[in-house]
């Protein structure tokens, strides 16, 4: 979910060829951490967290681990999601994955049904585990699969120097304040524009967080009893809200191949007034640009909505290879990571929310816009309805294809809806 999970490719220098050559090594294991001649255990943990967390803090988080546990030892297999994720889905499909392995919530049915990740549950009941302690579960069929460690809410990020500059003295709450504002920061000249929207096909997520997330801050769904309602006068007006946007001229150039992280590097370096983006990159953007004056805000819903607004959110999940010989040690560090202390900081650091209900984040330490964002999160209700669907990123991409026809001239909204339709009721079962 985007998720998915969705996230920047963290840029330290250079992600060198050398360190993806190892994680592709590794991730060929097969979750064959092993067992040494001593006794103690080996787990690879594959993830993308070590890359968007400030350097060396999720090594001591683990290390904490494996100072209370010396008969496990957990090796690290980091590298940016976008590379994790295909490591992960070619790993999948061989039933070679890593012991260990963070997961977006976009590829549990797949990978559940490829019989790839282990179910949960029966670990849970093995070692006793309290379920009552965590915020959610992602299951297929009454079976847990993956267990969100970090929730992560996409919000409106926008620049208040741009802002002001284009004469906008508030954060823009609707659909109508935000067109408005996009087109005086569009207006305000050189290469800047209102809004980035990252529609790159290979990596679809854009539809989850940058378009259905209009729809959700309205309370809408995109489906009707887990079936796909793509006709529905809510996403018709969601789809018609974005062309309104693209045919004003205040979304970024290049949307059609734009990736989130050219979606991130533009609003880092004030090429875009406003984007929705996960509260992972605070710290990301703050190093990057650390005199860049932005906050962030509720999605703006439609005019005259009153409800609670949806807000995006993905998630640092986390599920254990089928395959590997070590799914009891595997839990003991699972149930760590969620464990009360141990998820408050990890979550502190990520500027994320704990997946441990009882964990509470330090916000005393914590960037201001992280409280911000909770208040945010607290006075709405997460939304993202991609989270367990079947083969969600290809209804990602299905979608992505109708809408860049839309954006295009080559299709109505009416028609691209329908196409989208027919192919979601073809997977959606």
Not at 196 to 203: C, E, I, S
Not at 261 to 275: I, L, R, S
Request: glycine share 8%.
């Amino acid at each position: 979910m985007a998720v998915r999970a969705t996230r920047l490719k963290r840029v330290i220098g250079a992600v060198t060829a050398a360190a993806t050559v190892a994680f592709v090594a590794a991730c060929g294991s097969g979750g064959s951490g092993g067992t040494a001649s001593d006794g103690s255990v080996t787990l690879e943990f594959a993830q993308w967290w070590g890359a968007e967390l400030p350097a060396g803090e999720f090594d001591k988080i683990v290390n904490d681990f494996t100072a209370q546990n010396p008969n496990i030892k957990i090796k690290l297999l980091s590298a940016p999601y976008a590379s994790t994720k295909q490591q992960l889905i070619t790993g999948a499909a061989s039933k070679t994955l890593p012991d260990v392995v963070g997961l977006d919530g976009a590829w549990v049915n797949d990978f559940a049904k490829q019989g790839a990740i282990t179910d949960l549950s029966k670990l849970m009941t093995d070692a006793n585990y309290d379920t009552g302690q965590l915020a959610s579960q992602v299951q297929i069929k009454g079976k847990t699969y993956m267990i969100p460690v970090v929730n992560f809410v996409y919000p409106l990020f926008v620049n208040k120097d741009l802002l002001a500059k284009a004469g906008v003295a508030e954060v823009p709450a609707t659909r109508t304040q935000f067109l408005d504002a996009a087109k005086k920061i569009s207006a305000t000249g050189g290469d800047v524009k209102g809004w980035a929207l990252p529609l790159d096909t290979a990596v679809p997520n854009g539809i989850q967080n940058d378009v259905m997330s209009w729809l959700w801050a309205s309370g809408g769904s995109m489906l009707t009893d887990g079936k796909p309602n793509l006709n529905s006068a809510p996403v018709k007006s969601t789809v018609e809200y974005v062309k309104s946007l693209n045919d004003a001229g205040v979304i970024a150039p290049g949307s059609l191949t734009m990736k989130e992280q050219d979606k991130v590097e533009k609003f880092t370096n004030g090429q875009v007034g406003m984007m929705i983006d996960s509260l992972a990159h605070i710290n990301l953007i703050k190093k990057n640009k650390p005199d860049l004056k932005f906050e962030v805000a509720a999605l703006p819903a439609e005019d005259g909505y009153t409800g609670k607004r949806g807000i995006p959110y993905a998630s640092w999940g986390i599920g254990i290879s089928n395959s590997t010989k070590h799914k009891a040690e595997a839990f003991k560090f699972v149930s760590y990571l969620l464990s009360q202390d141990t998820n408050a900081k990890l979550s502190t650091i990520a500027n994320g929310f704990p997946g441990n209900k009882n964990a509470k984040p330090d916000f005393g330490n914590s960037d201001p816009l992280f409280k911000t964002a909770f208040d945010i999160y607290q006075q709405g209700y997460p939304a993202n309805e991609f989270v367990g669907l079947p083969k969600s990123e290809d209804l990602m991409r299905s979608f992505d294809e109708q809408l860049q026809l839309v954006l295009t001239g080559k299709t109505t909204v009416d028609d691209a809806l329908a196409k989208a339709q027919e192919s979601w009721s073809s997977v959606i079962e």
